[in-house]
């Protein structure tokens, strides 16, 4: 299988990230409205954060929350309001074509011509590039030859994603930029591009990641920047995030009885900073500081009450169940 990782650059050049971004702001006129002009909309409201080359960061946040306008700025393909925004040293709003030869970006909607071929593509992208990586490659690794006789508007959303990242990486680029990389893919083609995503992460690319599928960032990501509202919440690497709360865990149950709250498991002394979801009906997860004494009275109660759960899973709390917690707390 033909590696690639080893045609991919360090491109910072010195001890300064790859991308930083200082107390960033973007405002947006708001849209006319029964003969009236309201102010302005504030998309992003001081966000910072800085991404290293060799490293997968990764930008986290619920539809709305300012991830997608920050990542506009920091491709120069938004002015910022106010704040500081540089791109491998410059200022991306104002670079030329030399800077762009350097970055890659994948759009979750591809972006791409749609009456012409996967291969023809990539290979007229490649010759806008001085030293273009291998397409041959490329086009063998993410399957693509598999589907190279049908048009871009006749593929499917996975493979078109496929094709979008071939794009995205046929200039070598010393920062990547990719939007849900992963949707709409087979477990088989996921597998493969979290494998070339890690290859070229090793070879010293920056990677700039944004998923709403936090299995995803918790496998990709070496740092991660949860925001909402337009603002930093959370940062820090995933171990470091994941082990903060220190016995925070997750309990997976099925009971077959819907409707239980926090009160019909365990007693008001035991309930302090534990979250109880229904996922399904008569499928529950109880997330927070769980230790022996919770699980005993959570059995005694299962006794007490004549319930035998049909599955019971503990595991470590993961990204989504603090991803969750953040925009709970936020949304009171």
Not at 57 to 68: Q, R, V
Not at 108 to 120: C, F, Y
């Amino acid at each position: 299988m033909p590696q690639l990782g080893d045609e991919y650059e360090n491109g910072s050049g010195g001890p300064e990230p790859a991308l930083l971004i200082r107390d960033l702001r973007k405002d947006f006129a708001a849209a006319r409205r029964r003969d009236r002009r309201d102010g302005p909309v504030r998309a992003v409201d001081g966000i910072s954060l800085r991404a290293e080359s060799g490293h997968v960061t990764a930008l986290l946040g619920a539809n709305g929350a300012g991830k997608t306008t920050t990542l506009a700025c920091a491709q120069g393909l938004e002015r910022p309001t106010s704040g500081l925004v540089r791109l491998l040293g410059r200022d991306p709003w104002r670079a030329g074509p030399d800077l762009r030869a350097r970055v890659g970006i994948m759009l979750q909607d591809g972006g791409l011509p749609q009456a012409v071929r996967p291969v023809p593509l990539l290979r007229h992208v490649a010759s806008m590039y001085r030293r273009p990586a291998d397409v041959d490659a490329l086009v063998e690794r993410l399957g693509i030859d598999g589907f190279d006789r049908t048009s871009i508007r006749r593929l499917s959303g996975g493979q078109r994603q496929r094709v979008a990242l071939a794009a995205a990486l046929v200039g070598r680029p010393h920062v990547l930029f990719l939007d849900e990389p992963s949707a709409g893919l087979d477990p088989q083609s996921r597998r493969v591009v979290f494998e070339l995503i890690q290859e070229v992460r090793d070879a010293g690319t920056c990677i700039v990641l944004t998923t709403h599928l936090m299995d995803d960032a918790e496998r990709l990501a070496d740092y991660v920047y949860i925001v909402e509202g337009g603002r930093n919440v959370v940062e820090g690497r995933v171990e470091e995030l994941l082990t903060a709360g220190q016995r925070a865990r997750t309990l997976r149950f099925t009971t077959g009885e819907p409707g239980l709250v926090l009160a019909d498991l365990l007693p008001e002394g035991l309930r302090a900073s534990l979250r109880l979801t229904e996922r399904q009906a008569g499928s529950y997860e109880l997330t927070g500081p769980l230790d022996i004494a919770h699980l005993d009275h959570l059995t005694s109660r299962w006794h007490g009450r004549g319930i035998t759960p049909s599955s019971l899973e503990l595991q470590p709390r993961n990204l989504e169940d603090l991803f969750l917690e953040i925009s709970e707390r936020s949304s009171r």
